[in-house]
């Protein structure tokens, strides 16, 4: 693979990991979008510059993958404590008991 499209490989690569960026903005670039892209549109990067971004870019690609992983196997992670422990009770074979409110009748 010549040199100009191995950069320009890491570079797509590079952006796909990055968050989305909103449609309403598309013309405006983040400072990390425009940072990536005057890093790669200067004449011949050094070989080192060109590891630490493969480096970054297999670092991404480990978080999002960590994330994934993360959401998948630990799905009461973002519940609060109530609905953590319905559904643990149920993974039981048990049903919480509806809770009595008390109303407050003014007569």
Known sequence: MSKSSQLRSL????????????????????????????????????????????????????????TTLLERYNPGMNMDEEERVRLTARRVGMDLPLEYKIENKKS
Do not use: I
Request: proline content about 9%; cysteine-free.
């Open 11 to 66: 570079y797509r690569s590079l952006l796909r990991e990055l968050p989305p960026r909103p449609l309403s903005s598309s013309q405006a670039r983040s400072p990390l979008h425009q940072r990536l892209r005057q890093s790669f549109s200067a004449d011949e990067p050094h070989e080192h510059a060109v590891a630490q971004a493969d480096q970054l870019l297999q670092y991404l690609k480990a978080q999002r993958q960590y």
